[in-house]
Protein backbone atom coordinates (compact mmCIF):
# COMPACT_ATOMS: atom_id res chain seq x y z
CA UNK A 1 0.00 0.00 0.00
CA UNK A 2 1.28 3.71 -1.27
CA UNK A 3 -0.51 6.26 0.68
CA UNK A 4 -0.29 10.10 -1.74
CA UNK A 5 -0.34 13.54 -0.32
CA UNK A 6 -0.57 16.22 -2.14
CA UNK A 7 0.66 20.14 -1.53
CA UNK A 8 0.73 23.38 -3.66
CA UNK A 9 -2.20 24.25 -4.88
CA UNK A 10 -3.33 27.69 -4.89
CA UNK A 11 -4.97 30.36 -6.50
CA UNK A 12 -2.71 32.47 -8.64
CA UNK A 13 -2.67 34.31 -11.92
CA UNK A 14 -1.75 33.55 -15.69
CA UNK A 15 1.68 33.45 -16.14
CA UNK A 16 2.36 32.78 -12.73
CA UNK A 17 3.98 29.15 -11.74
CA UNK A 18 3.37 26.92 -8.71
CA UNK A 19 4.96 23.99 -7.80
CA UNK A 20 2.95 21.19 -6.51
CA UNK A 21 4.24 18.25 -4.07
CA UNK A 22 3.24 14.68 -3.22
CA UNK A 23 4.68 12.97 -0.95
CA UNK A 24 4.76 9.35 -0.31
CA UNK A 25 4.51 6.83 2.17
CA UNK A 26 4.35 2.85 2.83
CA UNK A 27 5.99 1.04 0.39
CA UNK A 28 9.14 1.43 -1.39
CA UNK A 29 8.42 4.55 -2.93
CA UNK A 30 11.61 4.73 -5.59
CA UNK A 31 10.23 1.45 -7.47
CA UNK A 32 6.91 3.25 -8.42
CA UNK A 33 6.39 5.01 -11.80
CA UNK A 34 4.39 8.36 -10.58
CA UNK A 35 2.14 10.14 -12.12
CA UNK A 36 0.39 13.90 -12.31
CA UNK A 37 -3.15 14.12 -13.68
CA UNK A 38 -5.67 16.74 -13.54
CA UNK A 39 -9.51 17.00 -13.43
CA UNK A 40 -11.07 20.01 -14.28
CA UNK A 41 -15.15 20.75 -13.63
CA UNK A 42 -17.51 18.29 -15.67
CA UNK A 43 -14.36 16.59 -17.73
CA UNK A 44 -12.40 13.65 -17.47
CA UNK A 45 -9.11 13.13 -15.65
CA UNK A 46 -6.50 13.50 -17.85
CA UNK A 47 -3.24 12.67 -17.85
CA UNK A 48 -0.35 15.95 -17.48
CA UNK A 49 2.63 13.83 -16.85
CA UNK A 50 4.63 10.76 -15.59
CA UNK A 51 8.13 10.06 -14.88
CA UNK A 52 9.24 6.39 -14.70
CA UNK A 53 10.90 4.70 -11.88
CA UNK A 54 14.00 3.07 -13.40
CA UNK A 55 15.40 6.36 -15.52
CA UNK A 56 13.84 8.62 -14.74
CA UNK A 57 12.44 9.56 -18.24
CA UNK A 58 9.49 11.93 -18.35
CA UNK A 59 6.54 12.08 -20.94
CA UNK A 60 4.25 15.21 -21.37
CA UNK A 61 0.89 16.02 -22.34
CA UNK A 62 0.82 18.52 -25.42
CA UNK A 63 -0.98 20.76 -23.48
CA UNK A 64 2.11 21.33 -20.65
CA UNK A 65 5.31 20.39 -22.49
CA UNK A 66 7.58 23.50 -22.27
CA UNK A 67 5.61 24.29 -19.47
CA UNK A 68 5.56 21.68 -16.88
CA UNK A 69 8.53 19.63 -15.35
CA UNK A 70 8.40 16.65 -13.28
CA UNK A 71 11.04 15.22 -10.97
CA UNK A 72 11.36 13.19 -7.96
CA UNK A 73 13.45 12.78 -4.80
CA UNK A 74 13.39 9.07 -3.94
CA UNK A 75 15.47 9.82 -0.60
CA UNK A 76 12.51 12.08 0.01
CA UNK A 77 9.96 9.81 -1.20
CA UNK A 78 8.33 12.68 -3.28
CA UNK A 79 7.33 13.73 -6.82
CA UNK A 80 7.23 17.31 -8.06
CA UNK A 81 5.29 19.04 -10.59
CA UNK A 82 6.91 22.51 -11.41
CA UNK A 83 4.18 24.29 -13.09
CA UNK A 84 5.36 27.81 -15.04
CA UNK A 85 3.25 30.32 -17.36
CA UNK A 86 0.28 29.03 -16.04
CA UNK A 87 -3.06 29.68 -18.40
CA UNK A 88 -6.38 29.25 -17.10
CA UNK A 89 -7.20 26.22 -19.07
CA UNK A 90 -4.46 24.56 -16.66
CA UNK A 91 -7.39 25.61 -13.60
CA UNK A 92 -8.18 21.85 -12.39
CA UNK A 93 -7.61 19.42 -9.30
CA UNK A 94 -4.13 18.13 -9.39
CA UNK A 95 -3.82 14.39 -8.26
CA UNK A 96 -1.05 12.55 -7.97
CA UNK A 97 -0.70 8.84 -8.73
CA UNK A 98 1.66 5.85 -8.22
CA UNK A 99 1.93 2.38 -10.05
CA UNK A 100 4.70 -0.67 -9.82
CA UNK A 101 7.45 0.07 -12.22
CA UNK A 102 6.84 -3.66 -13.43
CA UNK A 103 3.08 -4.01 -13.99
CA UNK A 104 0.90 -1.92 -16.70
CA UNK A 105 1.84 0.89 -18.59
CA UNK A 106 3.03 4.35 -17.18
CA UNK A 107 0.84 6.20 -19.83
CA UNK A 108 -2.18 4.61 -18.91
CA UNK A 109 -4.37 6.33 -16.09
CA UNK A 110 -6.05 2.50 -15.59
CA UNK A 111 -3.22 1.67 -14.38
CA UNK A 112 -2.25 3.53 -11.78
CA UNK A 113 -3.21 1.88 -8.05
CA UNK A 114 -2.57 4.48 -6.23
CA UNK A 115 -4.10 8.08 -5.44
CA UNK A 116 -3.66 11.08 -3.60
CA UNK A 117 -6.87 13.47 -2.76
CA UNK A 118 -6.02 15.97 -4.79
CA UNK A 119 -5.22 19.61 -4.46
CA UNK A 120 -6.73 22.76 -6.38
CA UNK A 121 -5.10 24.64 -8.60
CA UNK A 122 -7.02 27.98 -9.87
CA UNK A 123 -5.54 30.17 -12.55
CA UNK A 124 -7.32 33.38 -13.28
CA UNK A 125 -6.52 35.88 -16.44
Known amino acids: QVQLVESGGGLVQAGDSLRLSCAASGRTFSTYDMGWFRQAPGKERDLVGT????????YYADSVKGRFAISRDNAKDTVYLQMNSLKPEDTAVYYC??????????????????WGQGTQVTVSS
Open 51 to 58: IRWKDSST
Open 97 to 114: AAKPWSSGSWLQKADYRY
